[in-house]
């Protein structure tokens, strides 16, 4: 009984630091976004969010904020930050033209006709950004 006891309190407290890293992951975000002058206080608030974003966004996030100065890359930086997912991406078998989006150490690609796409391999994307996030400091608290 007793070791029933300890190993669902075990998982109980797995679950609960899951929970609370996971939470996290989207406060840094948050606050990154918050924090940056540069970024459009009104886009920050509907797409720095790891739990409002999907692959269905991209394209009204650049249209809607494209035009708002330098919010989309200075909010792209705070969802990647600027960190190197090649190998992440690969783990999720993004498609190998779209892996030019992964490696956010270096500008992403613009040219949204050749690369347009690739927004159906966003949610990887996120999953690779968010669990970077959730072990590692934002680019700014
Ligand atoms: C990502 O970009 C950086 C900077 O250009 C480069 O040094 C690095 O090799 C790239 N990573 C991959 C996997 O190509």
Redesign the pocket.
């Known amino acids: 009984m007793t070791t029933t006891r300890q190993l669902f309190f075990l998982v109980t407290l797995l679950f609960f630091f899951e929970h609370v890293s996971a939470l996290n992951a989207n406060e840094k975000l948050i606050a990154c976004c918050a924090h940056d002058p540069e970024i459009d206080a009104g886009c920050a608030n509907k797409y720095c969010n790891f739990g409002q974003i999907n692959q269905l966004m991209v394209l009204p996030f650049i249209a809607e904020c494209g035009p708002k100065g330098k919010t989309v890359s200075r909010i792209w930086d705070c969802i990647s930050s600027k960190h190197?997912h090649?190998a992440c991406c690969t783990n999720q078998n993004v498609l190998p033209l779209c892996r030019a989006f992964c490696?956010a150490?270096?500008s992403v690609p613009t040219d949204v006709l050749k690369y347009g796409f690739c927004t159906s391999e966003f949610d990887k994307y996120r999953l690779c950004f968010r669990t970077h996030l959730k072990h590692h400091k934002a680019i700014r608290q």
């Open positions: 190197d090649s490696n150490s270096k």
